[in-house]
């Protein structure tokens, strides 16, 4: 036997001494003391060879303890992964020396005696290494200690995060209960302005009589008539000033419900019939402060809803659909202006508005979802949004692969086949209440759903199973907005009824900004040929904010202060470049 191959040989006795030195300390005394008596009995060649027996049992038992520890040691800090690679390492080369040493062994019984001396140095390095693996086994020790620990204190915040979780969506169920509660009382204070409203209406129409009457008596009172028509003009004025101030005041106060800023009231008083367009121009430029031109736009259109205040709008070929709270949804010609169609197929208000391929969808507090044809400017299917005998509304879309999204009242999603309009699932998260779902955006293979408790769920259009769930606001998300290119948005604007705007990396769900405000914000748009966010609020204010900067472009008055009640939707033309804001004030401004 060559010089090299007893190196390899005292090497592989030195490593099954090594590897096996924790078994032989973990072995009981009693299991030590009968394998000592054994080996007395025997001496030389035959003593060796029943003491590698014994190491590759030790060996074997050894190998299973180190399976378990690695499985048990997997997730611990880098020192233990480190030790787990040397143990690892440790075991092939003993694993490759193993067949080695059987093969030789034969040849390997002659020189035995010549090596006893070589044993007992052995013997010595073995104890040398056997304390060394002591020393790391404690390491060990004291590692999965540490861990443990740092479990015990993770799953200890968990908790106290999610009682404080609870607690906080419990106070708002209850504020959201008192809100329904005042909507309520204003409903009913509602009713009542408009039944005044009729009568002075009637006492109105009988005066007129009276007058018409005493016209045709005597010509000596024509000057007395003159007087009283411009006085009755003059009323006239009034109870339609009145009957918008009302339509803007119950906007204002259902905005802190979980639907967006709705007008329910509908006067009957007669208004003097207006025209529809009102063209006007604008001479003054906006500029900021430190003297940076901002976005010069102007006002080019006023046209009039008459009534119904503007909910929802969408673009739809050359036109500009319009869904309004008397639930009458009014098509506007983009290019002139002009007034196409006007149809009443809801008895609620008009939520939201989509365009499906070539088809329409409208949802209304009346509980129904309508189709359209846009060509024909008609329902081709009412579908019901729950179950008949339960109160229901869907206040929401979003269009995702074959499935349309609708968000509703109860705290479902509910996906509708937009092929056959069939109801194919409902959703919702997992142990959570979330109020109602009242806004979406898609990013990619993501929706966006906001709520009306103000938490944000992402779920993947494929799996159809939740993604993520952000809390950051406080109260109901009234809508979305996406900052970037169309297909690939780099990050996603919500606001919120708690007046704030918060501003999220669409990629890494991390809250960027949040943008405090003076009011309940209803609307976000980013205009798509610039880096400038449009948003409207409850309190009838239109602000600009810089994408880049998230910051409000400064000088913006003529569009600030313009609409008389909340602004509820904001629509961006891309052909024309122009903007369309509709309020609760029954009108829609034009800007370019």
């Known amino acids: 036997m060559t010089t090299k191959e007893e190196e390899s040989e005292t090497e592989s006795i030195e490593s099954d001494y090594e590897s096996d030195s924790s078994s032989l300390s973990s072995k009981s005394s009693s299991s030590g003391e009968e394998e000592e008596n054994e080996l007395k009995l025997l001496t030389g060649t035959e003593r060796l060879l029943r003491e590698i027996s014994l190491e590759r049992e030790r060996f074997s038992r050894r190998k299973l303890a180190l399976e378990s520890q ?26 490759g020396e193993k067949s080695e040493l059987e093969a030789e062994l034969a040849s390997k019984e002659e020189e035995i005696e010549k ?32 861990h443990e620990e740092a479990l015990e204190s993770e799953e200890n915040l968990k908790n106290e995060m999610k009682k404080e979780t609870v607690a906080n969506l419990q106070t708002l169920m209850n504020e959201l209960q008192r809100i329904e509660e005042a909507n309520e009382l204003l409903r009913l204070q509602i009713e009542k302005s408009k039944i005044h409203l009729e009568e002075e209406n009637h006492q109105h129409e009988i005066t007129k009589k009276e007058l018409d009457k005493q016209s045709e008596l005597t010509s000596k009172a024509f000057a007395n008539l003159e007087t009283l028509r411009v006085t009755n003009e003059a009323l006239l004025s009034q109870l339609k000033a009145f009957k918008r101030n ?14 967006k800023s709705n007008s329910y009231s509908t006067p009957t008083s007669p ?62 010609e983009i290019e002139t202006g002009q007034t196409l169609e006007d149809r009443k197929h809801h008895s609620g208000p008009v939520f939201h508005l989509i365009l499906v391929k070539d088809k329409v969808w409208s949802c209304s507090l009346d509980k129904t979802i309508l189709v359209w044809s846009p060509k024909k400017a008609q329902p081709e299917k009412r579908i019901q949004a729950g179950n008949k005998d339960k109160e229901v509304w869907t206040n929401a879309f979003m269009e ?22 069939k109801l194919k699932k409902e959703m919702k998260p997992e142990g959570n209440s979330v ?16 709520t009306s408790q103000g938490t944000i769920y992402i779920w993947n259009c494929t799996t159809l199973k939740l993604a993520q769930t952000m809390i950051g606001h406080t109260a109901a998300v009234n809508s979305f907005t ?45 205009v798509r040929t610039s880096y400038y966010v449009w948003s409207g609020s409850d309190d009838s204010k239109i602000f600009l904010w810089d994408a880049k900067t998230y910051e409000q472009v400064a000088n913006q008055e003529d569009i600030l202060n313009k ?28 800007w370019r």
């Open 115 to 146: 090596e006893k001396s070589t044993t007992i140095a052995l013997q010595k390095s073995i104890a040398e290494k056997q304390k060394e693996k002591s020393q790391l086994m404690q390491q060990i020790s004291d590692v999965e200690t540490q």
């Open 435 to 450: 109020g109602s779902f009242t806004s979406f955006i898609k990013r990619s293979n993501a929706i966006w759903s906001g």
């Open 246 to 259: 009302t339509i803007s005041y119950s906007s204002t106060q259902r905005t802190t419900s979980p639907i």
């Open 400 to 421: 995702a692969d074959q499935f349309i999204w609708c968000g509703c009242s109860d705290g479902l999603i509910r996906l509708w086949d937009s092929k056959n309009m």
């Open 563 to 590: 609409h008389a009640g909340a602004v509820n939707c904001i629509t961006f033309v891309d052909k024309k470049n122009e903007i369309w804001t509709g309020s609760s004030d029954c009108y829609i401004y034009v």
């Open 271 to 332: 208004v003097k019939a207006a025209s529809p367009i009102s063209s006007i121009k604008t001479e003054e430029s906006l500029e900021e402060k430190d003297g940076k031109v901002a976005p010069n736009y102007k006002l080019v259109r006023k046209l009039d809803v008459h009534q119904g205040g503007v909910l929802c709008s969408l673009i739809v070929g050359g036109q500009m659909w319009v869904g309004c709270s008397d639930g009458t949804i009014r098509i506007w």
């Open 70 to 95: 690695r499985e048990n040691l997997f997730g611990a800090k880098n020192s233990i992964a480190t030790l787990i690679t040397q143990i690892t390492d440790y075991k092939n080369v003993l694993e």
């Open 482 to 526: 996406s900052i970037g290119p169309t297909s690939f948005s780099l990050e996603i604007w919500s606001c919120s009824a708690d007046k704030t705007i918060r501003c999220w990396n669409a990629e890494t769900y991390e809250n960027l900004k949040v943008i405090e405000t003076t009011s309940n914000v209803l609307e976000l748009m980013q």
